[in-house]
């Protein structure tokens, strides 16, 4: 089974980055998708940005234009650049990856937490 790891989370001032990175301990060319969705308290876990192995991106219209998605697979990595980050996109964010194969297989990072606040 996957194992992802995230990793960049932090505390930052509104408007500030961050960069959050996803290591999957395995070649990601068999996953079909990799995400990054995030769970804020008391609220239900949403899509942030996904993209598919043949580079097609979705992103949650709440962060476009504000956040990047990008994946290197050479690396086995998926990527989350963030900019001009707001108090509203305080979370727990999550890694994923999805195996399509027929059936659809999601697999979770353990989460990093990315605080907004001044």
């Known amino acids: 089974q996957v194992q992802l790891v995230e990793s960049g989370g932090g505390l930052v001032q509104p408007g500030g980055s961050l960069r959050l990175s996803c290591a999957a301990s395995?070649?990601?060319?068999?996953?079909?998708?990799m995400g990054w969705y995030r769970q804020a308290p008391g609220k239900q876990r949403e899509l942030v940005a996904d993209?598919?192995?043949?580079?097609?991106?979705n992103y949650a219209d709440s962060v476009k234009g504000r956040f990047s998605i990008s994946r290197d697979n050479a690396k086995n990595s998926v990527y989350l650049q963030m900019n001009s980050l707001r108090p509203e996109d305080t979370a727990v964010y999550y890694c994923m990856v999805r195996l399509i194969s027929p059936t659809t297989y999601d697999y979770w990072g353990q989460g990093t937490q990315v605080t907004v606040s001044s």
């Open positions: 395995e070649s990601i060319f068999r996953f079909n998708v």
């Open positions: 993209i598919t192995n043949f580079g097609r991106i």
